[in-house]
């Protein structure tokens, strides 16, 4: 069939087509950028559009005659990028796509959310039902895109909703890199003591449970928080990639809420700049928060099962990232 993929050159992106094509589908990527991949999707048969998605008319050219689509694309976490430019992305977007695809007759729609909506979880693990607490404006603005998505629910339309965690994987020269490089120096420093809870999300499991999310009947108009098998401590996440790596790593601890002060003001210096500061504020938050999560719901009705567990999808990862030379 004809599918639409929104982000459809970035990480998660360039798998899910990746996936689909494989499937015998035909697919079209649209994103704002080439990425990593470009010219592998297009010798497989993706038809690749460079262009945003707030491109209203053009979303609804693609959108027309597609039976599916999935909706990735997103303003993701830039410090300096303006609370509109997030809102248009994440928010106006989800809607001129909704809108295009409920004309047009498509079957089902699927919309990438966030686990992050349900912010620092008090007490894990979170399920779906968790109170909604986003903690910056990226976290506000995928839960706006998700109250969007219920409009056309409620509408009658064949609508689904994911909350990924944290994703990685080979393909990924962004999320984890920065884990594995500091694991790979030898020295490791923590802001607190390192039991925060964080819950990885690998690439294939997350690509299996988006597939099964637009399969299964059961999913209209249901969200899912999507995880791998278990959340870790981020000290044990940190000591198994130090072991899939064969790196002795020595761990330092600081106090974390000094650091989160000057990682503020460094973060007010920097935001009239048109550069990513140093150090900023959701960085500094890794250490703190807790990221666990309850998947039961995704296994119970969509038969979701994260196949790959976490040494395995480390392992793979780093191989990538030495293939690539990225360590």
Known sequence: MKILVTGGTGFTGTHLVRRLLEKGHQVIAVDNQKGLFYDELVQKGAEVVIASVTEKDLMDQLTRGCRRVYHLAAAFRKVNLGKKAYRDIN?????????????????????????????????????????????DYYQYTKYEGEVVAREFIEKGMWVSIVRPAAIYGPGDPERFYMLFRRVQSGKFTFLGDGTACYHPLYIDNLIDALELALEKDEAKGQVYLIADERYVPIKELVLRI?????????????????????????????????????????RVDWFRQ???????????????????????GLALTAKWYNQQGYL
């Open 91 to 135: 928010v106006n977007s989800t809607r001129h796509l909704l809108e295009a695809a409920y004309k047009h007759g498509v079957e089902r729609f699927l919309y990438c959310s966030t686990c992050g909506v349900h912010g620092d979880v008090e007490n894990p693990p979170a399920a779906e039902d968790a109170p909604i607490t986003p903690e």
């Open 242 to 282: 130090a072991k899939v790596l064969d790196v002795d790593v020595k761990i330092r601890h600081f106090p974390f809420w000094p650091v989160y002060t000057v990682a503020f003001c460094v973060e007010m210096l920097y935001k009239p700049l048109p550069f990513e500061p140093p150090i900023f504020r959701r």
């Open 290 to 312: 807790n990221r666990a999560f309850d998947i039961s719901k995704a296994k119970r009705e969509l038969g979701y099962d994260p196949k790959v567990d976490l040494p395995t």
